[in-house]
């Protein structure tokens, strides 16, 4: 099969920003015990029996060693007033737990504080996806706000639920 060419690259990004989704940030802890995370659209739910969801990150993603070893990791559904928070966790070099409040999960994933919905997940499986990595969690606890609109992402760029 020949080389998408960059123009192909694009038009695929492009075709691939109309399927609106909402936004997350997965988070684990590093072999010290220290916090890392990293803003995520790529989230899917999987199956209901077992209960089990994925997620990709990028092969290039400097947090990706660090999931790769965890046993747990937690998946944070952001609302509309966290727009902040999945530009500082998409940001390089940014100190993103600094000013972050989170708290402990059960499984010890940190879980962000005021999130729409965190999904507490053990390590189920790994797959290839190109070059990304397709991480598949089984999910051990949930927790959710009945009352927040999501945060959005749709071609491009963050968006409001407009119901209606
Ligand atoms: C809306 C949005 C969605 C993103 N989705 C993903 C994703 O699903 N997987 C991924 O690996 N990176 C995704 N990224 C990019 C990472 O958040 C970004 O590259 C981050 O800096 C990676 O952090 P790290 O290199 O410290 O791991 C997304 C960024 C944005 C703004």
Redo the contacts with the bound molecule.
């Keep these: 099969m020949p080389e998408p060419t960059e123009f192909d690259h694009r038009r695929f990004r492009n075709a691939l920003g109309c399927f609106g989704t909402g936004?997350t940030i997965v988070t684990t802890l590093d072999a010290d015990g220290a916090p890392v995370g990293?803003?995520?659209?790529?989230f899917t739910s999987v199956s209901l029996d077992p209960e089990l969801l994925l997620?990709?990150?990028?092969r290039q993603?400097?947090?990706?060693p660090v999931f790769e070893a965890a046993e747990t990791f937690a998946v944070n559904v952001l609302h509309v007033e966290q727009k902040e928070l999945?530009q500082l966790?998409?940001?390089?070099a940014a100190d993103r737990f600094r000013d972050t409040i989170w708290e402990s999960g059960s499984t010890g994933a940190p879980i962000i504080t005021g999130s729409l919905a965190s999904f507490e997940c053990s390590t189920y499986a790994e797959y290839d996806g190109g070059d990304?990595l397709i991480m598949v969690g089984r999910v051990v606890d949930v927790r959710f706000d009945d009352e927040s609109d999501p945060l959005l992402?749709y071609r491009g760029a963050y968006r409001e639920l407009h119901l209606d």
Excluded: G, I
């Design positions: 936004v990293l803003t995520a659209n790529s997620v990709c990150l990028n993603s400097k947090s990706l999945a966790f998409a940001m390089a990304h992402y």
